[in-house]
């Protein structure tokens, strides 16, 4: 037995639950998720340097291996905090000019329940196919938030529901993206 299948062994014995940190890892081994004790749920993602968002790539356990299939996360929102005079601009634009998915995110006056007052612009709201043939899915921000070259330092994947289980287990979530400097998208 690997140190990893024991120690997940162990610690669903013992039940515990691994932090948030564990989506972020590069780690697709059953049970070596973060779990959520109920069906949504959030992640901040703050990095060394502000970057222009381009996708995010959400992995699950492969379905045919697992009979867990119900845990994996299905409605997700991809918010950015927005933070600078000239995000602010961006922001107040996009807000007034936004049309079609965008603009409904937009005037629902959702924020991410850990906004703490600051403003959020939702970058993404889309659905992961636990079906689907590959477990890697990488999805593109609207089109108008990436021509708008806003960047961020802090963006939050919100959970907003399951495949019907009573837990939620999200194993792998990559944020994409160009540094200020322009290089080519890249997990950031």
């Given at each position: 037995?690997?140190?990893?299948?024991?120690?997940s062994?162990?610690n669903?014995?013992?039940?515990?639950?691994?932090?948030?940190?564990?989506?972020?890892?590069d780690?697709?081994?059953?049970?070596a998720?973060?779990?959520?004790?109920?069906?949504?749920?959030?992640?901040?993602?703050a990095?060394?340097?502000?970057?222009?968002?381009?996708?995010?790539m959400?992995?699950?356990?492969?379905?045919?291996?697992?009979?867990?299939?119900?845990?994996?996360?299905?409605?997700?929102?991809?918010?950015?905090?927005?933070?600078?005079?000239?995000?602010?601009?961006?922001?107040?634009?996009?807000?007034?000019?936004?049309?079609?998915?965008?603009?409904?995110?937009?005037?629902?006056?959702?924020?991410?329940?850990?906004?703490?007052?600051?403003?959020?612009?939702?970058?993404?709201?889309?659905?992961?196919?636990?079906?689907?043939?590959?477990?890697?899915?990488?999805?593109?921000?609207?089109?108008?938030?990436?021509?708008?070259?806003?960047?961020?330092?802090?963006?939050?994947?919100?959970?907003?529901?399951?495949?019907?289980?009573?837990?939620?287990?999200?194993y792998?979530?990559?944020?994409y993206?160009?540094?200020?400097s322009?290089?080519?998208?890249?997990?950031?």
């Open positions: 037995m690997s140190f990893h299948a024991y120690d062994w162990v669903r014995l013992l039940g515990r639950t691994r932090s948030a940190y564990a989506a972020l890892e780690d697709l081994h059953e049970g998720c973060w779990r959520l004790p109920d069906r949504h749920g959030q992640i901040a993602v990095f060394w340097d502000v970057v222009c968002v381009t996708h995010v959400v992995d699950h356990f492969q379905a045919g291996l697992t009979n867990a299939t119900e845990n994996a996360p299905c409605k997700l929102l991809l918010w950015g905090m927005v933070d600078g005079e000239d995000n602010s601009v961006k922001y107040h634009f996009l807000r007034n000019s936004a049309t079609g998915s965008l603009h409904e995110l937009l005037t629902a006056h959702m924020v991410p329940a850990l906004s703490r007052g600051m403003s959020f612009i939702p970058l993404l709201s889309f659905d992961y196919d636990v079906h689907a043939t590959n477990h890697t899915q990488l999805f593109p921000i609207h089109d108008s938030v990436m021509a708008a070259n806003m960047d961020f330092g802090i963006v939050v994947l919100e959970i907003l529901g399951n495949w019907g289980g009573e837990l939620t287990c999200l792998q979530v990559g944020i993206g160009e540094h200020r322009g290089l080519q998208p890249r997990p950031v």
